[in-house]
């Protein structure tokens, strides 16, 4: 914003009192100086003469003296103005305890934090210099939007997930909601399914694992944050797994009548090596994370810094500190006195004893017991891939790049206005009546510009907190968003505008799809800009397209060729002083008004706006210079009303002295590092997924139509969100790929077996049925974060077949069948099993109810482990005989051919 003097001369006052603009600028120009004159000698001294000449009142340049009896005001307006410069600079709030929405001009400031910048901190240092600066009464100063909030929001979240809250609507009994925080719920359920030292124990296997990554993260210098406390709450489920296996695999062992040091060792002996390659597998599946790029490799950057070390502890805290401990305080049961079991069920649930005996049952020889497996294999493996494709296509759950909440307190508001427009157009046909519109809605807490392209723009509009409109009766986002496009349509404004939800994820852009070209060939670059927009705009599924080419409000440039042969176009410099008086707007220097200090600018009314107005702009001639000086020695003379003896020349204008015109379009190429460039950006529309119209566009852009456009192969620069979206999915899914990958090598060294891996991979797939099914339960979106907790919920699942297989294979070992080994395995390694997906479960579900923002990924783990864990128990025995069956001919064919 600079504030200025405008001086408005009237072009026809200024004739009538026989003044050129020119001649009143520079009296303007000198009006306020100060300048050494001179100076003489006195005493031997040298003293100086400064001639000042102030002024200090508008109404000082009103009376300044133009000639005898004219003074500036008598042919011009003078007054004052905010010039914003052609940017919006309009902001709307509602002070506290006001209903009103006031629109008030203001400096929007932007505070970007230097990374590593604790938020809080900054915000409430922020918050102080406010504080002072509006007891300075220098203005008023106030906070639009601040990230802070969501911040602390998140961590509230996080943090209740994990010990529970007050929560305030349930007046006195709020203090209930602390049972819900994932620790309590997790001591709770090993309270119900095992008993109070078991309980104890694994419970602190938590804070001692957690200790671990606590001084990883001091070491490496990464501080506590939103993303840290969130991975801690996914650790929680993951690092009392260890305990409870080797906790409960020695309660068993006691309840078989061993003594504790028997019971340790064959706890470390059955499960031991089971339970480090599950917390190997758990820990490869967050190493690949370090690749993915962009904002989301920002977020997800800290989950393995996080987990894999709170993992390896978890691993090390039940070896070195727990073994030996329950080996000395677990008491025997009563229960385990129970007859006709043999050694392996003692201590097993009754529901684990009957799975194993119907699984036994079930792996039997008989041809319809075969064809009933056959079934169930195909029913089993087909449940991902039919719901998957089912809810897809069916629309209840939508892909997306990031998945939007129900309900948001931000908006995004975007303006698309042509360039061709005057900025004062812009302003009062299309931004005032949306600002009304905006006054009107009692769900806007504020609002404010934030990107401005051109005439085009973005507003952030900020509604009341979630709570407080539902509270009250009023909108949700996605409602309010609507009202305005309806309305905005109702306005028929000449313009586009269209409100969305503006949700927590990666930075909003108006324009996600954008390809940047390279080059020295302007005519080049602006054809292939003109080609991508044809082919962007012929996409049903693209909303809008610009370039960057013509930037700015000009329509263009128009270029007056001069007559050589018009003796009236001979002196080029009087004609353009002409057309410039009419045209220019000019900068006459500064002033100080009441300490405050202001631009002097002038310009002359009427105003040029047609092509035709400057085409009838007089101009000087030769004749009309001899008239008005033969006028000027007549009147000398005496000669009373000269005007009517002598023959006044005719008018010349621009359009007399011209002999034709060139009109242009005004063109703008920028330029990066010395290179020209030209930029062409689309949005898309509601719905569709940005980063499918870029692949398009990547497509579509091949070197053979580069070459056809006069381009090289290097050219192309993809800078849209899209583009880095796309990457980020692309690095997550290599990245998911990289962790079976080396979680199958893992099991190959460990099993010694080719396909015994196979069958513990297979609870990946398993586990989408719940991914898909927590989706639609949840959000109905399949994003980013969802697509994280795919890639985590990989490395968790394996964990129960291979619990079931090493087992298995120590029971074959010790000479059992197939079929006894693995219904076996189940019936034993079903009390665990349940445990851990049930403290899985526990820890992650308060952030399913908490936290909108976690919610789609919290759920995908949680249903994904559960589903996994279940037909897991079914899938694996059927795989497991087959698999054993296959070897154990293979090996007998082999050995006949030997």
């Excluded at 911040?151 to 007046?171: A, P, V």
């Excluded at 006459?588 to 009441?594: F, S």
């Excluded at 990547?698 to 899209?722: I, P, Q, V």
């Excluded at 079976?740 to 077996?753: E, K």
């Amino acid at each position: 914003l600079t504030p200025q003097v405008v001086i408005s001369f009237d072009f026809d006052k200024l004739k009538e009192n026989g003044l050129t603009r020119k001649q009143a600028e520079d009296i303007i120009r000198t009006a306020g100086f100060k300048a050494p004159v001179g100076s003489y000698t006195e005493n031997q001294q040298s003293i100086s003469i400064i001639l000042e000449k102030s002024i200090s009142t508008l109404n000082d340049i009103k009376k300044l003296v133009l000639t005898d009896g004219v003074v500036l005001e008598d042919v011009a307006t003078i007054s004052t103005t905010l010039n914003n410069n052609n940017h919006y600079n309009r902001i709307g709030f509602r002070a506290d305890g006001q209903e009103d929405l006031f629109i008030e001009r203001a400096l929007v400031y932007g505070v970007k934090l230097e990374k590593g910048t604790d938020i809080l901190e900054a915000d409430d240092n922020i918050k102080e210099l406010l504080v002072k600066l509006n007891e300075e009464e220098t203005g008023e100063y106030i906070l639009l939007f601040n990230q802070a909030d969501a911040t602390r929001l998140q961590i509230k979240e996080i943090t209740q997930s994990i010990f529970g809250g007050n929560i305030d609507s349930w007046g006195k009994l709020g203090f209930i909601g602390y049972m819900f925080g994932g620790l309590v719920f997790v001591v709770l359920l090993l309270l119900l399914f095992m008993n109070l030292r078991v309980a104890i124990l694994a419970a602190l296997s938590i804070p001692l694992s957690l200790f671990f990554s606590v001084i990883y993260l001091n070491m490496v210098g990464i501080e506590l944050n939103t993303l840290v406390l969130f991975s801690m709450v996914l650790t929680i489920g993951l690092v009392i797994d260890p305990s409870i296996v080797f906790l409960e695999s020695l309660q068993r062992f006691k309840d078989q009548g061993m003594n504790g040091k028997e019971a340790a060792t064959k706890t470390w002996n059955t499960v031991g090596s089971g339970v480090f390659l599950a917390v190997a597998t758990n820990a490869i599946v967050f190493i690949p994370f370090s690749i993915v790029s962009g904002f989301f490799g920002e977020i997800i950057k800290y989950i393995p810094a996080t987990v894999i070390p709170a993992m390896i502890a978890s691993m090390i805290v039940p070896v070195i500190f727990f073994t030996a401990l329950a080996a000395r305080i677990f008491k025997r049961h009563t229960f385990a006195n129970e007859v006709g079991l043999s050694d392996e069920m003692v201590g097993t649930w009754k529901l684990g004893q009957w799975i194993g005996k119907s699984i036994k049952w079930f792996l039997g020889k008989t041809k319809a017991k075969f064809v009933l497996r056959i079934f169930l294999f195909l029913a089993i493996i087909s449940l991902p891939i039919v719901s998957g494709v089912v809810l897809t296509q069916t629309g209840a759950i939508e892909i997306v790049q990031f998945s939007a909440p129900e309900d948001a307190e931000m908006l995004l508001l975007e303006g698309d206005i042509s360039n061709e427009w005057s900025f004062d157009r812009a302003v009062y046909d299309v931004v005032v009546p949306v600002q009304e519109m905006l006054k009107s809605i009692p769900e806007i807490k504020n609002f404010s510009f934030y990107q401005q392209n051109g005439n085009s723009f973005t507003m952030l509009v900020q509604l009341y907190p979630i709570d407080e409109r539902a509270e009250n009766g009023m909108r949700t986002s996605d409602e309010v968003s609507e009202f305005i496009n309806n309305s905005a349509k109702e306005l028929n404004m000449g313009a586009d505008i269209k409100a969305s939800t503006s949700g927590e994820g990666p930075p909003q852009d108006s324009f996600p799809i954008r390809v940047r070209l390279l080059g020295n060939d302007t005519d080049s670059l602006i054809g292939a800009a003109q080609d991508i927009k044809v082919f962007l705009q012929s996409r049903e599924d693209v909303d809008r397209v610009d370039d960057n080419v013509s930037e700015g409000n000009s329509g263009g440039a128009i270029t007056f060729v001069l007559d050589t042969n018009n003796k009236n176009a001979q002196n080029a410099f009087l004609i353009y002083n002409s057309i410039n008086e009419r045209l220019a707007e000019n900068e006459l220097g500064k002033i100080d008004l009441d300490g405050e200090n202001y631009e002097i600018v002038s310009n002359i009314t009427p105003v040029i706006s047609s092509e035709q107005n400057v085409l009838d702009i007089a101009v000087p001639t030769m004749e009309e210079m001899v008239y008005e000086q033969t006028l000027l020695q007549m009147k000398a003379q005496g000669i009373k009303n000269p005007e009517s003896i002598l023959k006044k020349p005719e008018v010349v204008t621009v359009s007399d002295v011209i002999s034709g015109k060139e009109n242009k379009e005004s063109i703008t190429i920028q330029r990066v590092n010395g290179e020209r460039y030209v930029e062409v950006y689309a949005s898309v529309k509601d719905g569709v997924d940005s980063a499918k119209v870029q692949t398009a566009l990547e497509d579509y852009l091949t070197k053979e139509k580069l070459e056809e456009l006069g381009l090289n192969e290097n050219a192309l620069d993809y800078e849209g969100t899209a583009d880095s979206i796309a990457q980020s999915f692309t690095d997550l899914l290599v990245a998911l790929v990289i962790a079976i990958f080396l979680i199958y090598v893992l099991l190959v060294g460990f099993f010694r077996s080719f396909l015994q891996p196979f069958i513990i991979l297979v609870a990946i797939p398993l586990g989408l049925f719940g991914v898909f099914f927590a989706i639609w339960l949840t959000t109905g979106q399949l994003g980013f974060l969802e697509l994280l907790g795919v890639v985590t919920m990989a490395g968790i699942v394996v964990n129960v077949t291979i619990l079931l297989i090493d087992y298995a294979n120590q029971l074959k070992k010790e000479g059992k069948n197939t079929a006894d080994a693995i219904s076996t395995a189940v019936a034993v390694r079903f009390r665990p099993i349940i445990l851990t997906q049930l403290t899985a479960f526990g820890s992650l579900a308060p952030l399913v109810f908490l936290s909108p923002f976690w919610k789609g990924l919290a759920a995908s783990i949680i249903f994904g482990i559960l589903s996994s864990a279940i037909l897991s128990l079914f899938m694996t025995p059927i795989l497991y005989q087959w698999v054993e069956s296959t070897t154990s001919l293979s090996k007998r064919f082999f050995k006949r051919k030997k």
